[in-house]
């Protein structure tokens, strides 16, 4: 099993340019998140999709649009970068271990830089 | 306002000894609680975590202790090891419902460094 894996690894965007940010997971888990991580801000969460076919916003959406393509694939969007976007971003996911929360498991990043 | 914090940016430790790691939250609605440890240039990894029934959740070298009164948690590593260098973040859960998915809140993260 691969896990969680994302697409691509790095980017360099100029602002104002758009680009998509693939996620999938092969463990069958409902629940899918992303987060970006700033310099002494930990992971902040962006989007999350509970179950194929929905999506809620999380603590920072503002800049950022999502898909979840089906229980597999779950998609970020930045439609106009900005540089206050340079950020890694993870994607992670989530399903039934049993206990009373999930864990989650996170992908390797993509590190992103607008300038 | 940051719900979770980590006031505590980097540590380092001595080899075999003692690794604390705290952590203090101010929203009383989380009621479970997880650490994640991270190597550069990959994802977090879960570690442990322990439920707000309990005040303690031990597995290996890990204990975390749970202080609700207090609204304040800690991570124990016992022995450190140099393998343990990384960066490891608290996070907490609120109104937790399995079918909305668990959200998680997460600190600003501890830097450890263990010296050899």
């Known amino acids: 099993n691969a896990g969680v894996t994302q697409t691509p690894k790095f980017q360099v965007l100029k602002t104002g340019q758009s680009m998509t940010l693939q996620c999938a997971q092969d463990m069958n888990h409902n629940s899918m998140y992303w987060y970006r991580q700033d310099p002494g801000m930990g992971l902040r969460l962006i989007y999350y999709?509970?179950?194929?076919?929905?999506?809620d916003k999380g603590e920072v959406p503002n800049g950022y649009n999502v898909s979840r393509l089906n229980k597999r694939e779950f998609s970020l969007r930045l439609e106009s970068a900005a540089p206050s976007q340079t950020s890694v971003y993870f994607c992670a996911s989530s399903g039934t271990s049993g206990r009373d929360v999930d864990e989650q498991f996170f992908g390797p990043g993509t590190r992103l830089t607008v300038l | 306002d940051q719900q979770v914090k980590q006031n505590s940016p980097s540590l380092s430790v001595q080899e075999g000894r003692i690794s604390i790691l705290n952590c203090d939250y101010t929203?009383?609605?989380?009621?479970?609680f997880l650490w994640y440890k991270k190597y550069p240039a990959e994802g977090p990894t879960f570690l442990i975590s322990i439920s707000s029934i309990k005040d303690k959740n031990e597995d290996g070298r890990f204990t975390v202790f749970l202080n609700k009164s207090a609204k304040h948690l800690s991570l124990h590593i016992v022995p450190s090891q140099p393998g343990d260098s990384a960066v490891y973040f608290c996070a907490a859960s609120a109104g937790w419902i399995k079918a909305a998915g668990n959200k998680l809140t997460f600190g600003g993260g501890t830097r450890v460094l263990v010296k050899p």
């Open positions: 999709s509970a179950s194929e076919g929905t999506t």
């Open positions: 929203n009383s609605m989380f009621d479970y």
